[in-house]
């Protein structure tokens, strides 16, 4: 059993040692994409939220 998850590990870093690993500005820009889209999106519901709100009060008073 052992012997099993000790291969298991050197073929796993063997794996990873194959792996294009992303340069810190691609990482930078990405998760500033990431998060830009989040808040945007995260704005956009908000405002849909607030708007069809006030819109069923309206439809509901009268």
């Known amino acids: 059993m052992a ?14 040692k194959k792996v ?3 340069t810190w500005l691609e990482t930078r820009n990405n998760t500033l994409l990431v998060v830009g889209i989040s808040l945007f999106v995260a704005l956009f519901l ?15 008073k009268g």
């Open 3 to 16: 012997i099993r998850l000790f291969g298991y590990f050197r073929e796993s870093r063997e794996e990873l």
């Open 20 to 22: 294009a690993w992303p």
């Open 46 to 60: 908000g405002l849909a939220d607030v708007g069809l709100a006030a819109l069923l009060n309206l439809m509901t």
